[in-house]
């Protein structure tokens, strides 16, 4: 054929790489160009580098603002990928011809880090007007409904992926070049202003190429833009679309990519149902179904799944059948997923799906090499990830740390400085089998967008230290709040940035003495206190943060209960919900007087009458938790609050701050009937018309319970609390529990206590506790003898 040889393929189409690395072979053309930008030209010879591993992906940014970006995303069985290994290895030049970067990215607006569409996919234009968006959406749909299939990936299967090996390499191009032609006609360029200039960009450098190399070149691009290129236009047309195009200074790089991230679930403009299940295709030598089908095989066996060798064979046959049924030249995808379902998951799609996200999508992982352009953040963080055999997977997995060995602390410390930077490669976890401070749980998963975020934060510095370093002393003094602040204080000794803590330190005292919203101040102290009893687990220092904790703490001891008057119900939870979180705070601080003051502080808002019912309730049942609130002076505040002459209203609110909110509320009802029964007492004395008022709240409070403690509650209240045959034998203590404490077995478990707890007792104490423990023992034999005393008798 006359003129340059022109590929129109499908991105990321096994059948279009196929067919272009045999369209190469016969023409052997002096040059190759390819639809991409042309920044990307001197990273071109990486491809050919044995440490190169597709999926990958050319991204360039903007310069000074990293976070504009596109990424042209390249898989083993991309056409673009094959004619550039195929140039390199015939020693024959290659270029990129598509409308630079420099250019396109000037035109997007920030914050739109994915401009996956700029790849010049024959699928992924956006037209800017309705007229021929579904098309320029999938061209291929209209070829399909043409053709009469229902389902375009069917119809390409058939008519591109099937084809048999043989006959004219070049017969298929030339038939979707005319097809996409036709296509034009019809609907235009598809009202899409970019795809005009980026094809005059095109022929400008196909211009350039025929006065360098001749006629006989090759260009590789979407077939969308095929006509574009053979039409005959001027070089002077062509310029003045290319002119006073905005402009921007990029710098581009290679990147690893995922098959995950070619699929079109995420939004990726020219993405793949499988990419997965293409690669296969690209990469088996023969008989591609029977390999498929052992593939599955293999995975299902992995997940404990009883799939023999007659499972595969039947799998086979069946997909063969189907596929003669529906008239298709070979099995399709849809038939080995169908024949999957029958045989090997006995027709359950739970196990199905399992196929279609490990081996139909899949999570392969690129790989570039360690010499490639990067930022030295980049370059940084490898070095890291190889130190601490921290390899990147783009599938998820569990990281268990143990912060007492070295390699797992320092894993532990790259991790939570990249979350500082915003470099989400692992998320913290819940630990499983531990409670322990020195273990944490990561779950890692990298992805592709990860590569523009570390582009994003080496602004910051060129070590992974020095840049969270520098992001955490910015982000502290721009932090609005206090609670900002403390928890990015927790944060840094979690990372170990021992250099940032003075500022940060600075900026919090600062924030501290000048605050007075007790609300902000209660948040702000638990982070202070995590950080105060398990920061010293990784060594670090945190004296620094005792003294702004105690003065915070101070603060919120004097100003809580002025806070607490004249609250709506709204306003009520929220402040009960800063008060637990404070007790809990200062219960963490090493501070015997500050406990003493915030004791003080509770015992003043449970017997406040101008506090809210929930609040009150709530300080009485932190005061009873914590043995400071005798049952008298317990039943005393109930009564006081369920009394008539309480508002209903305030007195469910009570019930829910003393029982509700978890924390074992209803076990404490169970074991005290004498505090049941006053519930029960002011429950059935509320009025018929406050009842519906109260109802929602009591059953908020209740229903939280765990359905055995509901179950017990319900039988106490049925037989009335204290009236049943185990409070007759006891009097008014509830089943198994005695009148009253026995001093001297209860001083007999004090050692094994004392142990568990890591506190030696003083000699004079273990000597008691032996005495207790004796007198105990003796007094369990003397009931013993007693008891079969009273048997023979």
Do not use: N
Not at 49 to 62: C, F, N, S
Not at 333 to 348: N, P, Q
């Amino acid at each position: 054929m006359s003129g340059p040889l022109l590929l129109g393929i499908r991105h990321h189409g096994p059948g279009s790489a196929r067919a272009v690395r045999a369209a190469l072979d016969a023409a052997r053309p002096p040059a190759v160009l390819v639809e991409g930008p042309p920044e990307g030209d001197a990273l071109l010879p990486l491809a050919a580098d044995p440490g190169m591993r597709p999926p990958v992906a050319l991204l360039a940014h903007v310069a000074d603002d990293p976070g504009r970006a596109a990424f042209w995303p390249l898989a083993e069985f991309s056409p673009e990928w094959v004619a550039i290994r195929w140039a390199l290895a015939h020693e024959v030049p290659v270029r990129f011809i598509d409308l630079p970067a420099a250019h396109s990215l000037a035109g997007e607006p920030p914050g739109q880090p994915e401009a996956d569409t700029d790849t010049g996919t024959d699928a992924g234009r956006d037209a800017d007007t309705e007229a021929g968006a579904a098309l320029r959406l999938d061209p291929l749909a209209a070829l399909a409904e043409a053709a009469g299939y229902e389902d375009p990936e069917r119809w390409w299967e058939d008519v591109v992926e099937h084809r048999g090996a043989g006959g004219d390499p070049l017969a298929a191009f030339e038939a979707v070049g005319e097809a996409m032609a036709a296509l034009r006609e019809d609907h235009g360029d598809g009202a899409d202003a970019r795809d005009l200039v980026r094809e005059a960009h095109m022929r400008q450098r196909m211009r350039a190429a025929r006065r360098e190399f001749g006629d006989a070149y090759a260009v590789v691009c979407g077939a969308w833009h095929v006509p574009a290129l053979r039409a005959k236009t001027t070089a002077t047309a062509d310029r003045a679309l290319l002119t006073g195009l905005p402009k921007v200074k990029t710098e581009t790089a290679w990147v690893p990519w995922t098959h995950r991230r070619l699929s079109r679930a995420t939004g990726y403009g020219a993405g793949i149902g499988s990419p997965g299940w293409y690669r296969h295709l690209f990469t088996a030598p023969d008989r591609p179904v029977e390999r498929w089908m052992t593939k599955v095989a293999g995975l299902l066996r992995e997940e404990d799944r009883q799939v023999s060798s007659a499972h595969v064979i039947e799998a086979v046959r069946l997909a063969d059948t189907l596929a003669a049924m529906r008239g298709r030249p070979l099995a399709g995808l849809s038939e080995t997923l169908d024949a999957v379902r029958a045989v090997m998951c006995e027709g359950s799609d739970v196990p199905l799906a399992l196929v279609e996200d490990r081996l139909v999508v899949g999570d392969d992982l690129g790989e570039v090499p360690e010499h490639a352009p990067a930022v030295p953040l980049q370059r940084d963080l490898t070095r890291s990830q190889r130190t601490l055999r921290l390899k990147p997977d783009a599938a998820e997995r569990e990281l268990e740390l143990d912060l007492r060995k070295d390699t797992d602390t320092a894993r532990s410390l790259l991790l939570h400085r990249l979350r500082l930077l915003g470099i989400g490669w692992g998320e913290p976890a819940a630990s499983r089998g531990s409670t322990g401070t020195f273990r944490e749980t990561w779950r890692l998963r990298w992805e592709p967008e990860l590569s523009v975020r570390v582009a994003e934060a080496a602004v910051w510095g060129t070590t992974v230290l020095a840049a969270a370093t520098a992001r955490a002393e910015a982000d502290a003094r721009a932090a609005g709040q206090l609670g900002e602040v403390t928890a990015l204080a927790e944060r840094c000794l979690a990372a170990g940035l021992t250099d940032a803590l003075p500022v940060v330190m600075r900026v919090l005292a600062d924030r501290a003495a000048l605050g007075t919203d007790v609300g902000q101040l209660a948040k702000a102290l638990p982070a202070l206190a995590r950080a105060l009893r398990y920061g010293d687990v990784r060594g670090t220092d945190t004296a620094a943060l005792a003294e702004v904790a105690a003065g915070i703490a101070e603060r919120i001891c004097v100003a809580l209960p002025p806070a607490c008057a004249g609250l709506d119900a709204e306003g009520a939870a929220e402040l009960r919900g800063h008060a637990d979180a404070v007790h809990a705070a200062i219960g963490l601080l090493a501070d015997r007087g500050l406990r003493d003051r915030w004791s003080g502080v509770l015992r003043t808002l449970a017997g406040r009458d101008t506090v809210p019912g929930g609040i009150r309730g709530r300080a009485a049942r932190l005061l009873l938790d914590d043995g400071l609130l005798p049952a008298g002076e317990t039943a005393r505040l109930m009564g006081l609050a369920l009394s008539r002459a309480a508002a209903p209203a305030d007195a469910a609110a009570w019930i829910e701050g003393f029982v509700g909110g978890g924390g074992g509320g209803g076990t404490l009802l169970v074991h005290d009937e004498r505090l049941l029964g006053l519930i029960d007492d002011w429950l059935t004395g509320v009025p018929a018309d406050a009842f519906t008022d109260v109802l929602p709240l009591l059953r908020r409070t209740f229903g939280a319970y765990e359905p055995g403690v509901r179950r017990t509650l319900g039988e106490l209240v049925r037989r009335g609390p204290g009236a049943g045959p185990a409070a007759a034998v006891t009097g008014s203590a509830p089943p198994g529990f005695a009148p009253e404490l026995d001093p001297v077995r209860a001083e007999a478990v004090v050692p094994l206590v004392r142990m568990l707890l890591g506190r030696p007792q003083a000699p004079a104490d273990a000597g008691a506790a032996a005495e207790a423990a004796a007198e105990a023992q003796e007094r369990q034999a003397h009931g013993e003898r007693e008891e079969k005393a009273g048997v023979g008798r």
